[in-house]
């Protein structure tokens, strides 16, 4: 069965803190893998996705995201938390059309 | 970058009445638009996949009767909540996909739903 699992349900950092959220995923072909952010009230923003090549994949606001095929993860770092990141973020695999998302990581940024 | 444009971002409404949540791509062709829905602090939920000038295919346990969706072009796609309940209530997000091959899905601001 297809799915994503996010194992962190919250998680607080320190502002300047290193960030790390993590992602396994269930995926019978090669996956699309992508990481969006949500913050209140608001749409999905997507930060990064990864289709093929390098496994280390850049994206917006500083976050970068590695593909681990061996351990079917695709965790989303930062190396310096801001306390504008505070947000939800969901992590999600598919082929050409259909999402399978996470059931998302609360970040909370402490002062 | 790709915008998508939902609308309304908010409505509060009475028991019985059908509301139009509309879902435009501003600067892509999309070729297939998503309907999702997300409970409180929870995942988001695919109701339904919608494509330009065809029937939307809807998943299991949604009521195609109940969440009528049109898309008429390939920059609009439009859900109707027909005679909203409060159990309806709900923030709904749509998202569309560019017509070009391996383009993520471009999610809009949602829309909020309340029924009294």
């Known amino acids: 069965a297809q799915s994503v699992t996010q194992p962190d349900i919250h998680i607080t950092v320190s502002e300047g803190a290193s960030l790390e959220l993590r992602c396994n995923y269930s995926y019978g072909a090669t996956p699309y893998l992508f990481w969006y952010v949500q913050s209140p009230g608001q749409g999905l923003q997507l930060l990064l996705k990864?289709?093929?090549?390098?496994?280390l994949v850049q994206g917006i606001k500083g976050f970068e995201a590695e593909f681990k095929r061996s351990q079917s993860s695709f965790n989303l770092r930062k190396p310096s938390v801001h306390w504008s990141d505070a947000a939800e973020y969901f992590c999600a695999v598919g082929s050409q059309g259909n999402l399978i998302f996470g059931k998302g990581t609360k970040l909370s940024v402490k002062p | 970058g790709a915008v998508v444009s939902q609308h309304p971002s908010r409505v509060i409404c009475k028991s019985g009445t059908s509301v139009k949540i509309e879902c435009r791509s501003l600067d892509f062709q999309a070729t297939t638009m998503f309907w999702y829905r997300q409970f409180p602090k929870q995942s988001l939920m695919l109701m339904a996949t919608?494509?330009?000038?065809?029937?939307?295919?809807?998943e299991q346990g949604v009521e195609k009767d109940k969440f009528l969706i049109n898309h008429a072009s390939l920059t609009l796609s439009t859900l109707t909540v027909t005679s909203a309940h409060p159990e309806d209530s709900s923030f709904y997000i749509c998202?569309?996909?560019?017509?070009?091959?391996?383009?993520?899905?471009?999610f809009g601001d949602g829309t909020r739903l309340s029924i009294l």
């Open positions: 990864y289709f093929s090549g390098d496994t």
């Open positions: 998202s569309a996909r560019d017509v070009t091959f391996n383009q993520p899905q471009h």
């Open positions: 919608s494509n330009e000038g065809s029937k939307a295919t809807y």
